[in-house]
């Protein structure tokens, strides 16, 4: 809250940025400790999660106002119009501290408390379960077996716990093959193919250097090879183009050398890293922002951005390997999602939006194969909202190691911190605790008749009512209304509310009750340059 210098603007105007006629909407701006809030005349709601923003550009002063342009994580795009520069000023400065989250315990996960029940609240914070998931794909086998070698993460803290090996890998196995592969990083088993019992493995690159060899690394992939029975040799994926692979041969890494590894067959994939990733987003992004393109233009730029060749080349990949789960593939086996998406402000550098060429991958296999999908483009969009949110704990931190960490310092802090949330009714939170502090007094009254009547009696009579009263029976109080579950906010018909990071309708702004009590938003629709929800 000490960021924020101004928590209200008044006549401000919501630009659409498609319009050509400067078709805009005017309301009132508010700043909270999480959100930024416009509210126009017609009571529609725009909340943006500061989380969600990525740049944040005050534009020079015009005859209509101050032009602030909020750029979010999620793609969209919000310009509105501040009547006075000093104001405007003001919300661009808490905005940019309020978008840089220094630490993880103030990332929104860690004040986001819905009103639901624990097992629903928790929820937002459980991890996969590893045994149970590889149970499915008929797991362990004859072939394959659970490993408690990085039980406690000593040997690879990008791992999680529990990871799945060849039964004939033996431990010193293990533990050599994982000194020479990047961070730790052994191959393990990715997915399994029960009735062709065929494996999919997952490692980073070798610390082979130019002649460089391990012969407990060279064991391991023969282990996998035996593992697959059903097959004569076994492929070896680098995801990197050639060029980069040989090119990190001379800072001691590389690749797999064939003459030392038998029966294996190496494949370059050719996907960039992720420097080139995050230019080619920009430049999509700066043509696909730009009003006005012809066609051909919009063709153009979006040819020279290179984001469709990178997409071809995902799915190259995913054509010639198998299918990949978010859970395990990309959060408990260790994609960082903090460096990636810019969880914390740290190396921009670090920063690349290889998660969101996943999911559209997804997307554009969802389009070709409707029918093989039991979901659809809104659940790929939810995703691609919260990873960027930070309102939920799956997605928290590099590792599952940080997760767990992070998980338990988030118990800690609920367990004590029963204070209001940014967007809860401050009217509900009254009468709350107006309600409990009357129970508090009636209890103390009671307590102190009790206590008036057995001062006034004589010892004998004191005696006989200790005698009566040994086994007092217990005092009827209420339970505190903290732990009562609430009723849910009447719902308004007419009402159209924009939420960015959330879909809850029971937080509310302190100095908005009665408006902010709004029905769950049900449909879907773009305007303004933002997702806009119906009830």
Known sequence: MEHIRTTKVEQVKLLDRFSTSNKSLTGTLYLTATHLLFIDSSQRETWILHHHIAAVEKLPLTTSGCPLVIQCKNF???????????DCHDIYNS??????????????????????????????WQLIDLAEEYKRMGVPNDYWQLSDANRDYKICETYPRELYVPRTASKPIIVGSSKFRSKGRFPVLSYYHKNKEAAICRCSQPLSGFSARCLEDEHMLQAISKANPSNRYMYVMDTRPKLNAMANRAAGKGYENEDNYSNIRFQFVGIENIHVMRSSLQKLLEVSGTRGLSVNDFL?????????????????????????????????????????????????????????????SVWNLTEQFPQAFEYNEAFLLQIHEHVHSCQFGNFLGNCQKEREELKFW??????????MHPRQSMFNLIMNT??????????????????????????????????????????????????QKEQPPMPVNDAVRTIEGSNTADNRYSELVSEFSKAEPAVVSLEYGVARMTC
Request: with cysteine; net charge neutral.
């Open 434 to 483: 107006s309600e409990q502090n009357k129970q508090l007094e009636e209890d103390i009254k009671e307590l102190e008749a009790k206590i008036k009547r057995r001062n006034g009696q004589s010892d004998v009579v004191l005696e006989k009512e200790q005698e009566q009263t040994a086994h007092p029976a217990p005092v009827a109080l209420k339970s505190p209304p903290c732990f």
């Open 300 to 360: 153009s730029g979006l040819e020279n951005s290179g984001w469709l060749r990178h997409i071809k080349a995902v799915l190259d990949a995913a054509v010639f390997l198998a299918k990949v789960l978010i859970e395990k593939d990309w959060i408990s086996f260790g994609h960082k999602f903090s460096d990636r998406c810019c969880q914390l402000d740290g190396d921009p550098k670090e920063i690349s939006p290889v998660f969101t060429q996943f999911l559209e």
């Open 95 to 124: 905005l940019l501290q309020l978008s840089r989250t220094a630490k993880y315990e103030e990332l929104y996960a860690f004040s986001y408390n819905p009103k639901q029940n624990e097992s629903e609240q928790v929820k937002g």
């Open 76 to 86: 969209r795009i919000v310009h509105f119009v501040v009547p006075r520069e000093r």
């Open 410 to 419: 988030r118990n800690m802090y609920h367990q004590f911190d029963r204070s």
